[in-house]
């Protein structure tokens, strides 16, 4: 059997090395972070929808899309006792799925200056990459690096969180900042579509953007933001929390935002 090509070795060697770098890096952070800090580790999983109508409240374009992450919050250690304790953290991940209806013919614009003249069919030749698993969750026990990730999960993210931890009400407020990184620009469907008008073949190719995580998470986490803290018996901490957020009610557009999400301190 023949080996790789040149090119395939030289990214599969480039990978490994982004890999092997990104253990030790990460190994040292790690360790740096256990000793100096209070550190919460656990996993986040988002599923969106995004549903355009027409007028007559007909559906022209759905899609949806599951993310899974790893969510990670520290503090230093020996923080008050009481008060807010300002945290800092990461939610990163990847799409795991994506799904896609379409039918423009009930799209308004194309209905009005089709005048129902021409019917246009459609395929979907391209489609945004994703991959079944969350690649910052198995980097537990790979260290395959944040770098050598995005180059093999294009539909991935990085977003930092600011947390108030709020010791007396056992509570903490999320809030994200702008994403580190977020879906590629090879995340996007692309459709072909064609028809006949007046006898003559028409055909078109357009891309279908999709929104960001940063945009669909960062928005469903500023409508429900405080989640409870539980403390054990050895006062380690943990939170988790759920919320279903629900944005217009179209035409033309609406949006559901369903994620949830634990962390628990070591």
């Known amino acids: 059997m023949r080996g790789a090509p040149s090119g395939s070795r030289h990214i599969l060697s480039e990978a490994g ?17 256990k000793k100096y800090c ?5 996993n986040l999983q988002e599923n969106y929808t995004c549903t355009f109508r027409n007028a007559n409240n007909a559906v022209w374009w759905q899609y949806s899309y599951t993310v899974g992450a790893t969510i990670s919050l520290r503090y230093p250690k020996g923080g008050s006792a009481k008060g807010t304790i300002k945290m800092k953290g990461n939610i990163e991940g990847n799409a795991t799925r994506f799904s896609i209806y379409t039918d423009v013919n009930e799209q308004d614009e194309f209905r009005e200056n089709s005048k129902g003249r021409v019917h246009a069919e459609g395929i979907c030749v391209y489609a945004p990459p994703a991959v079944p698993f969350v690649s910052s ?16 999960t294009p539909a991935c993210f990085n977003i930092p969180v600011d947390v108030d931890y709020d010791v007396d009400a056992k509570t903490m407020k999320f809030e ?49 933001s405080t989640f ?35 962390a628990k301190g070591n």
């Not at 620009?185 to 960001?212: E, S």
């Not at 403390?231 to 035409?251: C, E, L, R, T, Y």
Request: aromatic share 10%.
């Open 137 to 152: 969750q198995a980097d537990r026990k790979t260290g395959f690096g944040a770098a050598a990730r995005a180059m093999f």
């Open 17 to 33: 090395t982004k890999g092997f770098c990104g253990d030790i890096v990460q190994m040292c952070l790690n360790m740096l972070m």
């Open 176 to 224: 994200t900042n702008d994403a580190l990184i977020d879906f590629l620009p090879t995340v996007k469907f692309t459709y072909f579509y064609w028809g006949i008008a007046a006898g003559i073949p028409l055909v078109t190719i357009v891309d279908l953007r999709i929104n960001k995580v940063g945009q669909t998470l960062g928005k469903a986490f500023s409508m429900y």
């Open 38 to 42: 209070v550190v919460l580790d656990g």
């Open 228 to 262: 409870p803290v539980i403390k054990d018996a050895s006062n380690n901490i943990s939170v988790k929390g759920d919320a279903d957020a629900k944005v217009g009610n179209g035409p033309p557009d609406e949006h559901d935002i369903k994620f949830n999400f634990s």
